[in-house]
């Protein structure tokens, strides 16, 4: 089974700045099988992208996926109040479907 | 617009099964795509419990895989989740979604969650 493993774990920041989330596989990962979601207190998970680096419809170009391998990244460009919330990582392999722990954006 | 919405028992005696369906609306079940169960216990992180494409054909979490069925029902444009052999490490927010794409593997359509805890 693939092992993913996000970082930091807590990442606090403010309004306005930029966010870098780290996801790490234990194995190599296709990029076709890499997803990010966004899950805010007490609501599902929110797709935000797929394919690694494709934007699920109606996000906003503020999120951007990248990377390739056992490396991928989320980049939110400019945190908006609605942003802090947990990230988690996705992925799909042989064995089935893995997702990482979860990163939590929380304001500084 | 696609909507999935859980519904079953919010209390599970241990060693008993648990039972969950999601209602499809806004989608024909049997047109296309995967559709999948994925749970939260309170607190931590998402699992992935297993997954069923249109057809019927299964994918399950190898860690579950002895305990769980899923299966879908066309006519009733919904599918379902059985879960035997239940503890209190079964007690979670279980969610449906959709596997959206087929190159692609994600999943696109949630529905709201159903809490489920196990306890006598």
């Known amino acids: 089974e693939i092992v993913l493993t996000q970082s930091p774990g807590t990442l606090s920041l403010s309004p306005g700045e930029r966010a870098t989330l780290s996801c790490r596989a234990s194995q190599s990962v296709s990029t076709n099988y890499l997803a990010w979601y966004q899950q805010r207190p007490g609501q599902a998970p929110r797709l935000l992208i797929y394919?690694?680096?494709s934007r699920a419809t109606g996000i906003p170009d503020r999120f951007s996926g990248s990377g390739s391998g056992t490396d991928f990244t989320l980049t939110i460009s400019r945190l908006e109040p609605e942003d802090f919330a947990v990230y988690y990582c996705q992925q799909y392999g042989t064995k089935g479907v893995t997702f990482g722990p979860g990163t939590k954006v929380d304001i500084k | 617009q696609v909507q999935l919405q859980e519904s079953g028992p919010g209390l599970v005696k241990p060693s008993e099964t648990l039972s969950l369906t999601c209602a499809v609306s806004?989608?024909?079940?049997?047109?296309?795509?995967?559709w999948g169960w994925i749970r939260q216990p309170p607190g931590k992180g998402l699992e992935w419990v297993g997954s069923?494409?249109?057809?019927?054909?299964?994918n399950y979490n190898p860690s579950l895989k002895s305990r769980v069925t899923m299966s879908v029902d066309s006519s009733k444009n919904q599918f379902t989740l059985r879960l035997s052999s239940v503890t209190a490490a079964d007690t979670a927010v279980y969610y449906c979604?959709?596997?959206?794409?087929?190159?692609?593997?994600?999943?696109?359509?949630w529905g709201q969650g159903t809490l489920v805890t196990v306890s006598s």
């Open positions: 069923i494409s249109h057809s019927g054909n299964t």
């Open positions: 979604a959709r596997r959206g794409g087929t190159s692609y593997y994600y999943f696109d359509y």
């Open positions: 394919g690694a680096s």
């Open positions: 806004g989608y024909s079940i049997s047109n296309d795509y995967s």
